[in-house]
């Protein structure tokens, strides 16, 4: 990462909370013009004191991302950010990672660089995997039971390829994120996806978004998703089942979101421009 008011903060918590409001941003989470949060309201979901979360808006505004109208109203700043579409062949990229790493944020910005399809396992499948973990006597933010693992994440995956699956074979990019923990382990379940998109007419890249630990606890506790409850009553059981070494079995692009590394934004970008050299090949 490049030096910047970000890299100039004290703390390594106020550097993880202006990084992950950075990403928000650039990935059109928060939009221009939108009222931000609280100070107290934004501490509270970083488990961070109103001191590390002003300090992360002055370095913020800094960089002309946030507009400190008051000590307790901060407007979005983004307008200039807006990206220009960049001329890429469609292709299907799937991007898989830990919860919280941010891959979801990467898959936006790619897909606000490029104009191709976002497909995020959350959106399309988890409010009927809520209602079914509960209809199954779980509760309903447990993605680690063996009820979900066995019995609704197959179909939960099966869905969320169709759907790329219908994309690409109209002809249009998608930018497809869920954790693909299981998947990207598995590389005959990886060439049989190579084929089916090369049926389609498009190739397959795979992306594994990675980034260091306390990176991924402020992000999930930012969040403060329904689906991160079980993992959050439970971080350091949680944290025993993440390999922070895992990579896919094949060929793939690997993206830093820990706060030492360069903006989500700049490393987007740069995939694209790889991916443009390798089909130019």
Request: proline share 4%; with cysteine; aromatic share 4%.
């Amino acid at each position: 990462m490049t030096d910047g008011p970000i890299d100039a903060l004290s703390g390594a918590l106020q550097q993880r909370i202006a990084r992950d409001i950075q990403n928000q941003i650039e990935a059109g989470v928060l939009r221009d013009g939108e009222v931000m949060p609280s100070t107290r309201v934004l501490a509270e979901r970083a488990g961070a004191s109103v001191f590390t979360v002003n300090e992360a808006m002055k370095a913020l505004a800094e960089m002309g991302l946030v507009e400190n109208q008051s000590r307790s109203r901060r407007i979005v700043r983004s307008a200039h950010l807006t990206p220009k579409t960049i001329e890429a062949a469609p292709r299907a990229l799937l991007i898989g990672g830990y919860a919280g790493c941010g891959k979801t944020e990467l898959g936006r910005i790619l897909t606000r660089l490029t104009g191709w399809m976002i497909i995020d396992k959350d959106t399309i499948t988890r409010p009927v995997v809520e209602v079914a973990l509960e209809a199954l006597g779980a509760e309903s933010s447990d993605r680690e039971s063996e009820t979900y693992l066995s019995k609704i994440r197959p179909r939960e995956y099966e869905a969320l390829m169709s759907t790329a699956h219908e994309n690409t074979a109209c002809g249009a990019g998608a930018v497809v994120t869920a954790p693909f923990l299981r998947e990207f382990n598995d590389a005959s379940w990886l060439a049989r996806q190579q084929a089916q998109f090369v049926d389609d007419g498009l190739p397959m890249s795979v992306v594994w978004v990675t980034c260091d630990a306390d990176t991924m606890l402020t992000y999930v506790r930012r969040r403060g998703a329904a689906r991160d409850a079980h993992k959050l009553a439970n971080w350091d059981t949680y944290m025993k089942g993440v390999d922070l070494k895992f990579r896919p079995v094949v060929d793939h692009h690997v993206i830093d979101n820990s706060t030492s590394a360069e903006p989500l934004k700049d490393q987007a970008e740069r995939l694209i421009a790889t991916l443009a050299e390798v089909s130019a090949k």
